[in-house]
């Protein structure tokens, strides 16, 4: 029996067979291209994953397929072809029995198919979506279900490009949020000039963060360090190449003022567990959608709380995935922030957007992650021109 459960659930049947599947892929255009430091996102890309179980209960996933976005397509024919036969049928005794059969079985696929990532993603999407129906089995919220209490969670706004800075700000501002992530790496000026303009228009209450998406040689960040210095920066996220050795995020950790993030980058609770126990970030951001899903994630989360580092989930994507974030960090309690894209995204915002005050969000008390299969269906009817793939599954 798991023991991540809630007190008044341990009794729960956590036993599950698969009977069907429905996987959609869907595509929407961006009103303002989206720009990071490796390459600029034109529209926005979803895989939807609904499982049923044999006793007719539904469940909602996300498998995470940002950039480049060509790769939704893929990833569901990947999950349609290779990963949901070997789902549907067997009876697993519970959601973590079933990630680790599922990442056992592809293990050697994947290392023989160049697939990591892609393989581990979808994985990560079904681990969510049966951790959903797991709840609304129990006809609870999931956050609740794994031992959350407080359904009130921090957020910021993700995703400000370099361009329209103070614009995209002040509009965060006025939906309510409080806290701004720049995306850097555009050339110093470019950089220093909009946190310069952000800073200045920065209220007391108000929070600000940069985002350097693995753009910097160590030598560039140690260089610049000592200019983001001047800004009152909550944290620097991720200035060099994720699969930098040790010593090196080692050696900006050290030399920086600023706190260092990083972590949507970072596969398997070894490699979780090594940059935990090193001390190398000081904001820990796994993405449940890339890596892990909720069987995955919760172990390694409990143990970045415990080392006193702070998690901050990390997550660029559809609603869904959106709102599978938010019940975990609700989950898990800290004073981490829900990572928020603050650009316009329907395949997010029309599934979940709960409202916002003074920075903070209420997830609700509904059953699973919230989403209803009545609600995600209109959803599916109002976006038919977005969906690029739909395809069901049976055993």
Same mark, same amino acid.
């Given at each position: 029996m798991l023991d991540w459960l809630a007190k008044d659930y341990t009794n729960l049947d956590l036993s599950f067979s698969i009977a069907s599947a429905n996987i959609v892929v869907m595509r929407t255009p961006c009103e303002i291209p989206v720009q990071t430091s490796f390459g600029t996102m034109i529209d926005r890309p979803a895989v939807y994953l609904q499982l049923e179980t044999t006793d007719g209960v539904k469940g909602l996933g996300e498998i995470w397929?940002?950039?480049p976005s060509c790769g939704a397509e893929h990833r569901a024919r990947l999950l349609q072809t290779?990963?949901?036969?070997?789902? +549907?049928?067997?009876?697993?005794?519970?959601? @973590?029995?079933?990630?680790?059969?599922?990442?056992?079985?592809?293990?050697?696929?994947?290392?023989? =198919?160049?697939? =990591?990532?892609?393989?581990?993603?979808?994985?990560?999407?079904?681990?969510?979506?049966?951790w959903d129906i797991i709840a609304k089995r129990a006809n609870t919220p999931l956050f609740q279900l794994i031992g959350g209490k407080d359904s009130i969670i921090g957020t910021y706004a993700s995703g400000i490009n370099p361009t329209g800075t103070i614009e995209t700000i002040e509009r965060c501002r006025g939906l309510g949020y409080t806290a701004f992530k720049l995306k850097i790496g555009f050339g110093d000026d470019t950089d220093l000039r909009n946190l310069t303009d952000i800073a200045e228009n920065l209220s007391n209450n108000e929070q600000m963060m940069t985002?350097?998406?693995?753009?910097?040689?160590?030598?560039?960040?140690?260089?610049? $360090?000592? &200019? @983001?210095?001047?800004?009152? $920066? &909550?944290?620097?996220?991720?200035?060099?190449? *994720?699969?930098?050795?040790?010593? *090196?995020?080692?050696?900006?950790?050290?030399?920086?003022?600023?706190?260092?993030?990083?972590g949507e980058n970072i596969m398997g609770? %070894?490699?979780?567990d090594d940059a935990i126990s090193s001390g190398q970030l000081d904001v820990i951001q796994p993405d449940i959608c890339k890596w892990g899903g909720i069987s995955g994630n919760l172990p390694v989360i409990k143990n970045i709380l415990k080392s006193g580092a702070r998690y901050c989930p990390h997550y660029l994507g559809g609603g869904i995935g959106l709102a599978t974030s938010a019940h975990l960090l609700a989950a898990v309690g800290g004073d981490g922030l829900?990572?928020?894209?603050?650009?316009?995204?329907?395949?997010?915002?029309? $599934?979940?957007?709960? &409202? +916002?005050?003074?920075? %903070?969000?209420? !997830?609700? #008390?509904?059953?699973?992650?919230?989403?209803?299969?009545?609600?995600?269906?209109?959803? $599916?009817?109002? #976006?038919? &021109?977005? !969906?690029?793939?739909?395809?069901?599954? %049976?055993?």
């Open positions: 397929c940002n950039f290779s990963i949901l036969p070997t789902l +549907l049928g067997p009876t697993y005794r519970d959601p @973590l029995a079933c990630f680790d059969a599922m990442s056992n079985q592809f293990e050697r696929l994947a290392i023989q =198919s160049g697939e =990591s990532g892609s393989i581990a993603q979808c994985i990560a999407g079904i681990d969510c979506a049966i985002d350097a998406n693995q753009g910097w040689s160590v030598a560039k960040t140690l260089e610049i $360090l000592p &200019k @983001l210095a001047a800004f009152p $920066l &909550k944290w620097l996220e991720e200035p060099i190449i *994720a699969t930098s050795t040790p010593s *090196a995020w080692t050696k900006i950790q050290s030399a920086s003022p600023i706190p260092i993030a990083a609770t %070894k490699n979780f829900l990572e928020v894209d603050s650009n316009i995204n329907p395949l997010r915002e029309d $599934l979940f957007a709960p &409202k +916002l005050t003074c920075g %903070k969000i209420d !997830i609700g #008390h509904s059953v699973g992650i919230g989403i209803g299969n009545q609600h995600y269906q209109d959803f $599916l009817s109002e #976006h038919t &021109k977005t !969906i690029t793939l739909n395809m069901e599954l %049976k055993k």
